[in-house]
């Protein structure tokens, strides 16, 4: 088959760029597949920053720049299927078969506009990656979507020596997928008033946009054990998830999620590699974060700053509770691994072929 796969955000390479590259690198093992995107490198910073080979796939033009509806319709023709991951819009396409993927919910878009609905029956499947997203674009769209967690390369994570680390990894971002690095460091100033010989690290993306918000998270870190890591290569990473014991994540702290669903963690993929690393993950009870930990049982779940600090400083001082939950969690990151989305998707496939 000849497929293309079209995401916006590609330049990010975060959470949904990773779903998207993981899927366009499987099936391009059997399938003729193009990724729609103007920076030819594209591939390249895929294998350095996600570990993607995307060495069988073909970097195209982008069809879907640009504002001519007809044009990007009518060069979609020659495609047996198109992938799309959604910003919100539902695209024209006359592919043969059409599969729009949802990373986020998009509340108050007209989602059921009558062009949507007229757009959407050259859809044959309508994706999300988790049941969090799902119940939202369900309703926004007027749709019957399924649920595909999204892909965990949890062999390339592995428990190292553990040291006195709290790990937070996410995109340094002001805006709609803001990970509260800066609310994270308040917190551990806090908590390290008892703690002095941990530290604290922020990992994540950065792009030239948001150097800004960055600034303002390393100012607030003077003075504290705690150090930011910027665009960091894989292995890098490998080497943070490895050493850190803890992992904390608060996407979604002090949001509104009735009003600003998008605001939550829609899945958590970084809380997943971490548990993988063997990291016990204390995270913030919203979003797609419960489909993932169990509070108490591979990890903790908090809702208030002073519920986090107790359940971390729970975690670091008691040694049977650190064991149990540190297996459970590796236990646990496998129903999220790569080869069970890949079969999911090709059972898809199958499916509307």
Not at 256 to 273: C, L, S, Y
């Amino acid at each position: 088959m000849k497929i293309g796969i079209y995401n916006p955000y590609f330049d990010s390479l975060g959470g949904g760029e990773r779903y998207s590259l993981t899927l366009a690198s499987h099936w391009a093992k059997i399938h003729d597949v193009d990724i729609f995107w103007e920076d030819k490198d594209i591939a390249k910073k895929a294998q350095q920053r996600l570990k993607i080979d995307l060495s069988r796939t073909k970097v195209v033009p982008n069809l879907f720049r640009g504002k001519n509806i007809l044009k990007k319709a009518y060069l979609s023709k020659k495609y047996d299927l198109i992938f799309f991951l959604s910003d919100g819009s539902v695209p024209l396409s006359l592919a043969k078969k059409n599969i729009i993927h949802f990373q986020s919910p998009f509340p108050f878009v007209g989602g059921q506009s009558i062009a949507n609905k007229t757009k959407f029956r050259r859809y044959q499947a309508v994706v999300c990656n988790s049941q969090f997203t799902k119940k939202h674009i369900d309703q926004e769209f007027g749709v019957r979507s399924e649920v595909i967690y999204p892909p965990v390369g949890i062999n390339e994570f592995r428990p190292l020596k553990k040291e006195k680390i709290i790990l937070t990894v996410g995109r340094f971002t002001a805006y709609s997928t803001n990970k509260k690095q800066k609310e994270m460091v308040q917190f551990f100033k806090t908590l390290a008033k008892n703690l002095p010989l941990w530290e604290f690290r922020l990992v994540g993306g950065l792009l030239e946009q948001d150097k800004t918000y960055f600034q303002e998270v390393v100012k607030l870190t003077e003075g504290l054990s705690a150090y930011v890591f910027p665009n960091d290569p894989f292995a890098q990473l490998q080497d943070h998830y490895g050493r850190a014991m803890i992992y904390w994540h608060a996407a979604g702290f002090g949001e509104d999620e009735k009003k600003n669903p998008a605001a939550m963690e829609h899945f958590g993929i970084t809380t997943v590699e971490a548990m993988a690393a063997g990291c016990i993950p204390i995270v913030y009870d919203g979003g797609g974060q419960p489909e993932i930990v169990r509070d108490g049982k591979n990890g903790f779940l908090w809702r208030t700053p002073t519920e986090l600090i107790e359940k971390t400083m729970r975690v670091i001082k008691d040694e049977k509770l650190q064991d149990s939950i540190h297996g459970n969690a590796i236990v646990s990151a496998k129903d999220f691994d790569e080869q069970k989305f890949c079969e999911a998707f090709d059972a898809l496939l199958v499916s509307i072929t």
